[in-house]
């Protein structure tokens, strides 16, 4: 865009406005407590969880950034105290502590989410939170504490800068919080000058010994496990019912314009998206990497991509990809977790590894100066895993626990349900990422120390990268992955997706579900970034892929059933699918139902209007134009190019795709892909009370446990 030209008409069109009564600025109100207060939640959980809150200052206080460096010693990454105390040991899920900061106070907090497998108790997560803090009191801020500290923050504000987005949030808040965006740089000075003795006063000032809120968030019915009995009610909010002003007319403020403001703004041309100057070349080895520049920021994004995924998994063995990605994750055979983070934390580096459906992918971010140092961390985390049995013991417990803990949720439920019924229950990609409870309890170390064995380091693929140095330097930091021995990957035939045909419902039972989650599938194409498939994606954009679609107008604008709905086409190299999901009201489940059936019909009777085919082309142009400025849009890219050996400027072809694809084609696409009347439904509620909506609908009911396996003599005509 022109800049002036866009302030110019901002200033046309906003400018003759008048302004709304001032509002006043309200003091700084951070909290002040003359005891201990606690309260307790029940909620739809499994695991017990307790946050323990202690008041401090407010935002862009003098004190705010000595009392962050406190809350990342005592509780951020895996080198923490509190993350070695509790979560290291097995003693928790999660624990971490956050110094949150808003305009008018901020807090301390502590979150533990308990293990129920230790069998401790949220008592003894409290005393291990205050244990924590008394640890902190003994032991002194060292430089290299505040080396980390001050490393992690000058990375943050870095990588936090690389999009338009990011730049223009980070100086607009400046902006509305201290009247300028010239404070970026005060902030900056005031988190780099944090000295030891800083952060032992404001601990000293506002932590230890202070008193806190302390919530025990327990599943309904078990509030004997809170921490302690509740010694606190929140006192009633005085609200009115009315105001004295309520019904009165609000008095005009006139505007006085020398255009007419009716006419709208003629829309320029349609951006032309084009992808980023990509460099294709390959190590010595034959590893593809892929590149393009990153001028915004000088960091370095690298991730290598290693065929490993859920497609790989032995039968029986549902989430062994993402245990063994997660063990990735924790000691080398060089460094405890918490060297290795400490490692990273010195240069204000990350390393992550990810599991997908066909690949693991191991991803650094780091700032230029430091790439020599992260690379050697990144190649550490490839090749020399430890897989200790207390790490395989802890992580695979808590990832148990975990995925208990989704069974609590109807949407877990409910995507579960639909990918069993959608592909067979035991199909390898029917199954959730992490695998079901059961099939986790199956693994063991030497199934992960096999599957990596397996897999890396022969099966690298390609490396793609997104930095703001040249080739030669690139190609130097890869020099470790160039020497590794590499092999043809080769996978057997999957099953394809079994036919549906006609309609059929399936329940899962969510007792006291106050909503129900609604998803429908069908078989279809399978992933073409230049074909039928990504007409498919244009085509359904109207349909149900963007707040304006038709679904959603209908459901959530015009019923009010529901917050959000979408459809979506769905698809890889080997199979595709056709998918709607929604979260309704649980006294309007049949009534969406019967909404999204016609939705679809029509759509697929008619298709799109001309008019919603011309706001799609242009909405579609504008929703990419800034797709591919952050080094993660940009990996993938890269890494769509490298999976389906796509062309380097298939975005361009795509582009013209869009310009000359007409609207009847796509309306035809619409008749032959959309077949409402042979999809599989699924919905997930509280039985007893949608089952009688439900089966007045006609459609036969199948009833799926919360695994997605049918129960048996469940079936029914409805």
Same mark, same amino acid.
């Given at each position: ?8 008409? %901002?200033?046309?069109?906003? +400018? ?6 001032? %509002? ?139 999009? $338009? ?9 400046? &902006? ?8 970026? +740089? ?60 309520? +019904? ?6 006139? $505007?006085? *314009? ?30 593809? =990497? ?55 934390? !010195? ?14 992918? =191991? ?52 995507? !579960? ?61 890869? &020099? ?23 309609? !059929? ?6 007792? +006291?579900?106050? &909503? ?76 969406? %139902? ?27 142009? &504008? ?35 869009? !310009?000359?694809? *007409? ?20 919905? %997930? ?27 048996? *003599? ?5």
């Amino acid at each position: 865009i022109d800049p002036m030209a866009t302030l110019r008409l %901002v200033k046309k069109y906003f +400018g003759p406005i008048p302004a709304g009564p001032g %509002v006043e600025n309200l003091p700084k109100q951070p909290a002040k407590l003359d005891a201990d207060r606690y309260i307790t939640l029940e909620d739809n959980i499994h695991l017990p969880a307790i946050a323990l809150l202690i008041p401090t200052s407010y935002r862009a206080h003098e004190d705010e950034a000595a009392l962050d460096a406190a809350a990342q010693i005592m509780g951020q990454g895996q080198a923490s105290l509190l993350y070695q105390r509790l979560v290291q040991t097995g003693r928790a899920v999660q624990a971490f502590v956050q110094h949150s900061c808003r305009e008018l106070a901020c807090e301390m907090y502590f979150i533990v989410i308990q293990n129920p497998g230790s069998g401790e108790t949220l008592a003894e997560m409290e005393t291990a939170i205050r244990a924590t803090i008394a640890q902190f009191a003994e032991r002194e801020v060292s430089a290299d504490d505040l080396q980390k500290f001050k490393a992690q923050f000058e990375s943050r504000r870095v990588f936090g800068l690389q999009s $338009v987005r990011g730049k223009v949030s980070t100086l607009a808040a400046f &902006q509305t919080y201290q009247g300028s965006p010239a404070g970026i +740089g005060e902030e900056i000075e005031r988190y780099l000058g944090v000295q030891p003795e800083d952060v032992k006063r404001v601990f000293n000032q506002y932590i230890q010994g202070r008193f806190a809120v302390i919530l025990s968030i327990v599943p309904y019915g078990s509030t004997q496990l809170a921490a302690a009995e509740e010694n606190f009610a929140a006192p009633e909010r005085d609200i009115p019912e009315s105001f004295p002003d309520e +019904g009165a007319d609000l008095s005009l403020r006139p $505007v006085v *314009d020398n255009f007419d403001r009716s006419q709208k703004p003629t829309p320029g041309i349609n951006p032309s998206v084009e992808l980023p100057a990509i460099w294709d070349t390959s190590l010595a080895n034959n590893v593809r =990497v892929l590149a393009v520049s990153n001028e915004e920021t000088p960091t370095v994004t690298i991730r290598a991509s290693f065929e490993m995924g859920q497609r790989d998994e032995p039968a029986g063995k549902a989430g062994l990809t993402s245990l063994t990605a997660t063990l990735m994750g924790e000691a080398t055979t060089e460094h405890t977790a918490a060297e290795f983070t400490e490692e990273l934390e !010195r240069i204000g580096a990350s390393v992550s590894v990810d599991s997908g459906v066909y690949a693991t992918t =191991v991803t650094v971010d780091t700032l230029s100066k430091h790439l020599d140092k992260a690379m050697q961390l990144m190649l550490e985390r490839v090749l020399k895993p430890a897989f200790t049995q207390q790490d395989f013991d802890r992580i695979k417990l808590k990832t148990i626990e975990e995925l208990m803990q989704s069974r609590k949720t109807p949407q877990g439920l409910a995507d !579960r349900a639909i990918n069993a019924v959608l592909f067979g229950p035991d199909h390898p990609l029917a199954y959730p990422m992490g695998g079901l409870p059961s099939t986790v309890e199956n693994i063991t170390l030497d199934d992960v120390k096999a599957y990596y064995a397996a897999h890396i380091p022969a099966h690298l693929t390609g490396i793609m990268v997104s930095a703001s140095l040249g080739q030669a330097d690139i190609i130097a930091a890869l &020099q470790g992955f160039a020497e590794l021995e590499t092999s043809e990957v080769y996978r057997e035939a999957i099953d394809e997706l079994p036919e549906i045909t006609g309609r !059929r419902m399936y329940l899962v039972n969510k007792e +006291g579900a106050a &909503q129900s989650s609604l998803r429908t599938a069908q078989p279809s194409i399978k992933y073409d970034a230049l074909g039928d498939f990504y007409l498919a994606g244009l085509m359904n954009f109207t349909l149900g892929g963007t707040f304006n679609s038709r679904i959603n107008l209908n459901l959530r604008e015009d019923k009010g059933y529901t917050y959000g709905a979408r459809s979506r086409f769905q698809g890889g190299k080997e199979l595709g699918s056709f998918r709607f999901r929604s979260e309704v009201n649980k006294e309007t489940t049949a009534a969406s %139902v019967t909404e999204v059936i016609n939705e679809l019909e029509n759509y697929a009777a008619g298709g799109m209007t001309e008019e919603e085919y011309d706001y799609m082309r242009s909405a579609i142009g &504008q929703r990419d134009a800034l797709r591919y400025e952050t080094p993660s849009r940009k990996l993938a890219l890269l890494g769509n190019i490298l999976r389906y050996d796509l062309p380097l400027n298939y975005r361009t072809q795509q582009n013209n795709i869009l !310009r000359e694809t *007409d609207h009847e084609t796509l309306n035809q696409l619409a008749n032959r892909l959309i077949q409402p009347g042979n999809m599989a439904i699924v919905v %997930v509620g509280d039985e007893a009370a949608i089952r009688p909506q439900l089966e007045a609908l006609g459609m036969p009911i199948t009833v799926l446990d919360e695994d997605g396996l049918e129960v048996k *003599d469940s079936a029914g005509d409805g």
